[in-house]
Protein backbone atom coordinates (compact mmCIF):
# COMPACT_ATOMS: atom_id res chain seq x y z
CA UNK A 1 0.00 0.00 0.00
CA UNK A 2 1.38 3.37 -0.98
CA UNK A 3 -0.30 6.45 1.03
CA UNK A 4 0.48 10.35 0.92
CA UNK A 5 -0.13 11.91 4.60
CA UNK A 6 1.53 13.39 7.14
CA UNK A 7 3.30 11.39 10.32
CA UNK A 8 3.58 12.57 13.48
CA UNK A 9 5.87 11.08 16.05
CA UNK A 10 4.76 10.56 19.31
CA UNK A 11 7.54 9.64 21.91
CA UNK A 12 5.63 9.79 25.39
CA UNK A 13 5.15 6.28 26.02
CA UNK A 14 3.31 5.99 29.19
CA UNK A 15 0.77 8.19 26.89
CA UNK A 16 0.75 6.13 24.05
CA UNK A 17 0.64 2.85 25.95
CA UNK A 18 -3.10 1.87 25.80
CA UNK A 19 -2.40 2.19 21.57
CA UNK A 20 0.26 -0.37 21.83
CA UNK A 21 -1.43 -2.37 23.99
CA UNK A 22 -4.27 -2.43 21.52
CA UNK A 23 -1.94 -3.41 18.67
CA UNK A 24 -0.78 -6.44 20.55
CA UNK A 25 -4.11 -7.71 21.39
CA UNK A 26 -5.60 -6.97 17.36
CA UNK A 27 -2.64 -9.23 16.71
CA UNK A 28 -2.80 -11.70 19.26
CA UNK A 29 0.64 -10.87 21.20
CA UNK A 30 0.49 -11.19 24.56
CA UNK A 31 0.27 -8.80 26.96
CA UNK A 32 2.69 -7.96 29.85
CA UNK A 33 2.96 -5.80 32.53
CA UNK A 34 2.84 -1.92 31.82
CA UNK A 35 6.23 -1.17 33.15
CA UNK A 36 7.94 -4.19 31.32
CA UNK A 37 6.26 -3.19 28.26
CA UNK A 38 7.37 0.40 29.04
CA UNK A 39 10.98 -0.28 29.49
CA UNK A 40 11.27 -2.86 26.72
CA UNK A 41 10.00 0.10 24.60
CA UNK A 42 12.66 2.83 25.84
CA UNK A 43 15.83 -0.09 25.66
CA UNK A 44 15.10 -0.33 22.15
CA UNK A 45 13.84 3.23 21.16
CA UNK A 46 10.80 2.97 20.41
CA UNK A 47 8.54 5.40 19.44
CA UNK A 48 4.61 5.56 18.12
CA UNK A 49 4.00 7.00 14.67
CA UNK A 50 0.50 7.41 13.85
CA UNK A 51 -0.19 8.24 10.42
CA UNK A 52 -3.15 10.90 8.64
CA UNK A 53 -4.02 10.35 5.00
CA UNK A 54 -4.25 13.10 2.61
CA UNK A 55 -7.08 10.69 0.62
CA UNK A 56 -10.21 8.17 1.81
CA UNK A 57 -8.57 4.51 1.72
CA UNK A 58 -10.55 3.74 -1.20
CA UNK A 59 -8.21 6.27 -3.24
CA UNK A 60 -4.52 5.00 -1.82
CA UNK A 61 -1.91 3.15 -4.22
CA UNK A 62 -1.48 -0.36 -4.25
CA UNK A 63 0.53 -2.46 -6.28
CA UNK A 64 1.11 -6.28 -7.09
CA UNK A 65 4.09 -8.77 -7.37
Excluded: C, N, Y
Excluded at 13 to 32: E, N, V
Amino acid sequence: MLLDGTVEIRDDLAQQLPFFKAIRAKHSIPSMDDTEMLEGFRRKDRVMLVITPDKPMAQWASWTR
